[in-house]
């Protein structure tokens, strides 16, 4: 069977389960400011557009939204109370680090493309001590505010590792991932139990699984 030269994955909703702190988070600093509770429903509908983005969908859904100044200064808040508290909750998906193992052990080049900053992304992967699996991790503030699905942001970890967009497949769970993908001419994998804001067959991914032991399989189907 035939593997690509790299696999690049997405972190949230595709190896990581991270809604609950990122709710927990969004929800204390909705607290400060008198407003209601999310619900976890509510905040993995908002996830996938980096945190500037989860901050303004939080304060949407419960109110008037801050003007851009204020909203900088929360976005800010919500970063530094999420960084220590990133891994209270969350966890990897199942099947996740064997997956990790298998790529490495078969000479694979691992990325991270994520639209999370890369800080608390670099201190998730320390706390599951997974970050050695990775030649190159680039997260939604690594590039000036340059994110999925922006080409630019794969490219610049398929630059980090050396590889051409036709030996790379990118692994994810939303819109996002699939179109950066696509717009990088890198093929696509998506997972079925992330984040996807509807059907996941409507990412027009090149294939589908359900649970990482599938992954070899739809790699040599792609490579």
Same mark, same amino acid.
């Given at each position: 069977m035939t593997?690509?030269?790299a696999v690049i994955f997405d972190l949230d909703g595709t190896l990581i389960d991270s809604a609950p702190d990122l709710r927990f988070a969004l929800n204390r600093l909705m607290f400060d400011e008198g407003r209601r509770e999310l619900s976890l429903e509510e905040v993995i509908g908002?996830?996938?557009d980096g945190v500037?983005?989860?901050v303004e969908r939080g304060y949407? #859904?419960?109110g008037e939204v801050p003007d851009k100044?204020?909203? #900088?200064d929360r976005v800010e808040r919500f970063g530094r109370d999420y960084e220590v508290n990133a891994t209270a909750h969350t966890k990897l998906f199942p099947g996740a680090l064997n997956v990790l193992v298998d790529l490495k052990d078969n000479g694979i080049l691992i990325g991270l493309c994520t639209n999370k900053p890369v800080q608390a992304t670099l201190e998730i992967l320390a706390e599951f001590e997974i970050e050695e699996f990775f030649d190159a991790v680039v997260g939604g503030d690594t590039l000036g505010g340059v994110r999925k699905p922006d080409p630019r942001h794969l490219q610049a970890v398929l630059d980090d590792l050396n590889v051409l967009p036709g030996q790379a497949i990118m692994v994810g769970d939303s819109a996002n991932d699939i179109k950066v993908a696509k717009n990088a001419n890198v093929k696509a994998i998506a997972v079925?139990?992330?984040?996807c804001h509807g059907p996941v067959s409507d990412l027009d991914a090149n294939a589908v699984?359900?649970?990482f032991n599938q992954l070899r399989q739809a790699l040599g189907g792609q490579a």
């Open positions: 593997f690509p030269k908002m996830i996938g500037p983005k989860l949407r #859904a419960t100044d204020e909203l #900088a079925s139990f992330g984040y699984i359900d649970h």
